[in-house]
């Protein structure tokens, strides 16, 4: 049995791997995420799992539209994190969760990889898509970073939608709040303002673990060859005084760049993400592979020996362990867990590859590619 799977494991890695390894230059490719954390099956209800499933295919289907149709990667990356903005499952937008004061507080961050511009903006309250500001921050004033109430005039400055902060109020986000505030005996504030009453709102899903995540990112490659990511949250729950996470600080959450050949947006603990400074460091171990490709030759030949000796003993070795990009995102990914952090990146390759990686036993993701099905995946051992 053992030598009948290692031959057919061996005949897969043979077959799979040249032609994925051959992928340059076939025309735009997108990734998203909607966050990681302990997603486990059965901790998800049928239900709430078609839900995510759905939203995550109809948000990978706007950015298919947008680079289809021969938009940039930063519209594509722009219009889907709206997508996703928009729909309460996420934390990100409507749906985000709140401040232990209980008012919701949104940052977000945008890259441009042809040019290093880039875009953040830190505690909004009042800004419908936060990734817009973050997109008028990098056009259209001479900064980077804006924060609070002048990050919020800016925004309304430049014309773009305000709605009182009860639009983004979500039940089960608010009992996830309460549910957090007594555990850890910390005082529970008053409703918000202009919150439905309690019971009138139905709830999308009933409140979930906190420790799922729920931010938003995107990934792209547009046919002119430009890269681009962006990302949106509310954040963690609980968060107290004026706390900002890894998702607006350039280089942490949030990095792209076209010399490097790499877009990246992450999603979990904040705290460690910024630490280790996890996008421009994949960016920059993707980048130092390229330049160096004896290094880069003779590390794909290590991992094509270690799947050989995993088929050797009857594992399958998946084709996806063996690509660039993979090795560089998953240490990262150690190096956050090693810090006692949690949770996962999206990248994408100026081949247009698509690189998941997470410590977390789930992450909401999807994928697509000129001429490609869309593809989404929840739980870790998915197949992405
Ligand atoms: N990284 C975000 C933060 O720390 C949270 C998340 O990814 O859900 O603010």
Request: glycine share 12%.
């Amino acid at each position: 049995m053992k030598t009948w799977l290692a031959a057919v494991a061996t005949a897969l890695i043979v077959t799979l791997a040249s032609p994925a390894l051959a992928q340059d230059g076939r025309g735009w490719s997108l990734a998203i995420h909607g966050g990681a954390g302990v997603i486990e099956r059965g901790s998800l209800t049928p239900e709430q799992d078609a839900a995510y499933r759905a939203a995550l295919d109809s948000a990978l289907q706007v950015g298919a539209e947008v680079l289809e149709g021969g938009g940039s990667a930063l519209d594509a990356v722009e219009a889907v994190i709206q997508v996703l903005e928009d729909d309460p499952l996420f934390n990100a937008g409507r749906g985000a969760v709140f401040t232990a004061d209980g008012r919701i507080e949104h940052d977000a961050a945008i890259m441009d990889g042809t040019t290093l511009d880039a875009g953040a903006v830190a505690g909004l309250t009042r800004t419908r898509h936060p990734i817009s500001a973050a997109r008028a921050v990098m056009e259209d004033s001479p900064h980077v970073f804006l924060i609070g109430q002048g990050a919020e005039t800016f925004a309304r400055d430049q014309g773009l939608e305000e709605v009182e902060p009860a639009y983004f109020f979500t039940e089960r986000r608010w009992r996830g709040l309460v549910r957090q505030l007594e555990r850890e005996g910390l005082p529970v504030p008053a409703r918000p303002e202009g919150a439905p009453a309690e019971g009138a709102m139905a709830t999308v899903t009933p409140p979930l673990d906190e420790r799922k995540f729920g931010t938003v990112g995107v990934v792209a490659l547009d046919r002119e060859g430009r890269l681009a990511a962006g990302t949106s949250t509310g954040g963690m729950s609980g968060k107290r005084w004026g706390r900002v996470g890894d998702v607006p600080v350039i280089g942490a959450g949030t990095y792209a760049s076209n010399a490097e050949g790499c877009a990246v947006s992450a999603t979990g603990s904040g705290e460690y993400f910024i630490r280790a400074t996890v996008a421009r460091d994949i960016c920059a171990r993707i980048a130092f592979g390229a330049a160096h490709p004896q290094l880069a030759a003779a590390d794909l030949e290590q991992r094509r020996a270690w799947c050989e000796t995993r088929a050797a003993e009857g594992d399958i070795c998946l084709v996806s362990q063996l690509l660039p990009g993979i090795a560089e995102a998953r240490a990262e990914i150690a190096e956050v867990g090693a810090l006692g952090g949690e949770g996962g990146v999206i990248v994408m390759t100026r081949a247009g590859r698509v690189i998941f990686a997470m410590n977390t036993s789930g992450m909401y993701r999807g994928r697509v590619a000129e001429g490609e099905e869309r593809r989404v995946a929840i739980y870790a051992d998915e197949e992405d």
